[in-house]
């Protein structure tokens, strides 16, 4: 499986506009892991994550795109689960997905991806009754029928130089 890309993506509902920075909801993350490996994630101790493409499913109700520019974030305090498996060696984030919502939708979510997707057992949904908010998938297929989704654009301040 090659690099992830949003060319990969092909949604239907999708808009062209990206998200509002403000806007509540819930995200995806496609994150790509390069090779067999055991990665500490916090309380869960060491996994086991086969080479591949996982979909992550998060919530953001303090804003959609402050949440999702921090995974991309290279200097951030670890504190999710999300936040070891994203730091360790050979784990690429490819893009971010999302879906404006006042409502928390990502356990709704969690369970359609889980149709098509194999959960890790545990990770990202201490929170909730859910067995999984993070699924390793065949390329893009388990997220390219969900509706509602937005790529996510970061709102760039301009720097002034002296």
Not at 41 to 69: H, P
Not at 94 to 114: Q, T, V, Y
């Amino acid at each position: 499986m090659g690099k992830i890309e949003m060319k990969d993506i092909k949604k239907k509902s999708a808009a062209s506009g990206g998200v509002n920075p403000c806007q509540k909801g819930a995200y995806l993350l496609l994150v790509k892991i390069s090779k067999d490996t055991k990665i500490e994630i916090g309380a869960l101790s060491k996994l086991f994550f086969e080479k591949g493409t996982y979909v992550y499913v998060g919530s953001a109700m303090n804003g959609i795109e402050k949440r999702v520019k921090r995974h991309f974030g290279k200097r951030k305090k670890i504190f999710w689960h999300i936040d070891y498996l994203l730091s360790a060696p050979g784990v690429k984030l490819g893009a971010a997905l999302a879906k404006p919502s006042k409502l928390r939708e990502e356990c709704k979510i969690a369970n359609k991806i889980a149709l098509e997707g194999i959960p890790v057992l545990g990770f990202g949904c201490s929170d909730c009754n859910c067995n999984s908010h993070l699924f390793k998938v065949d390329g893009t297929s388990a997220v390219t029928n969900l509706k509602g989704f937005r790529k996510v654009k970061f709102h760039r301040k301009k720097q002034i130089s002296k």
